[in-house]
């Protein structure tokens, strides 16, 4: 059974066909890559799974409820959260505030509680500090936590937005670029990372262009070029397409 369902989702900008009428299902529990040359389409298709954008036409379905359209605070709370191809941390707050504010989505004290710090108020923030230094834990970041967000290195950077998105207990976690800017040896450890992520029973899908990264990470993909699906597959058989071999050939990205 699928947890994501993406079916005939079609995205234009004015005369541009960014996403054309692509169809891919995740299966619960899988490592799920979305790869493709540059401006192919990929983080359209993620910005249209997490509500950042809205499809023309087409549908997303997760854990068998239609998604489509949703606001992308209701998409988060339903179990799906992401981090991004350009780093969106709160650069002037510390590492763990950092990762606080991706608990909050599951705080139930509304503002009166907050205001009068009630008990309930109290608890909550605990359990939630709780498991902000629990997921930097995961990450490898604990020792950072007092650290302002913009003094990380890129590569922990990166990491302390996977740390961020884990704290929303999600279902999904979509990775874009997650290797982005990383050396060989935090790309090694993201590979694990990725792995431990899944052991959890968190489903992952990701769009990367380190090969090595993707074919090591993953265990189905997704082909996508200039807004079409051109193949779907495991990593060894994905590697051998024609089709695929000649997208990344005739494009400028040379990581293929
Ligand atoms: N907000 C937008 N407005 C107009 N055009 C856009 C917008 N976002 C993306 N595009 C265009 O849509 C196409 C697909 O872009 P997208 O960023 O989804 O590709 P991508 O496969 O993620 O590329 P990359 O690997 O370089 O990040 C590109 O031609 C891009 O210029």
Wanted: charged share 20%; hydrophobic share 45%.
């Amino acid at each position: 059974m699928s947890l994501l369902q993406v079916d005939n989702l079609t995205k234009r900008f004015g005369g541009l066909l960014a996403v054309d009428s692509v169809s891919f299902a995740v299966p619960r529990g899988a490592v799920f890559g979305l790869i493709g040359p540059n401006g192919a389409g990929k983080t359209t298709v993620f910005n249209l799974i997490t509500g950042n954008y809205e499809s023309n036409s087409g549908s997303v379905s997760f854990d068998s409820r239609d998604i489509t359209g949703r606001p992308t605070h209701w998409i988060v709370a339903a179990g799906i959260a992401r981090t991004f191809q350009t780093i969106r941390l709160f650069a002037n707050m510390s590492v763990v505030e950092n990762v606080l504010a991706g608990c909050h989505c599951r705080m139930r004290s509304g503002p009166v509680a907050s205001m009068l710090r009630l008990p309930r108020q109290h608890k909550e923030e605990r359990q939630a500090l709780a498991k902000s230094m629990a997921e930097l834990e995961f990450v490898g970041l604990f020792d950072q936590a007092e650290n302002l967000a913009r003094n990380l290195s890129y590569g922990n950077q990166r990491l302390l937005e996977i740390g961020r998105a884990l704290a929303s207990d999600p279902q999904l976690i979509i990775l874009d670029e997650p290797a982005g800017g990383m050396n060989e040896l935090e790309t090694a450890a993201l590979v694990s990372l990725i792995a431990r992520i899944q052991a959890r029973g968190i489903t992952v899908l990701l769009i990367e262009h380190d090969m090595s990264l993707v074919m090591k990470a993953c265990e189905h993909l997704v082909v996508l070029e200039y807004g079409k699906k051109i193949a779907e597959g495991p990593p060894a058989e994905i590697k051998k397409n024609p089709l695929v071999i000649e997208a990344y050939l005739g494009s400028d990205d040379e990581d293929f």
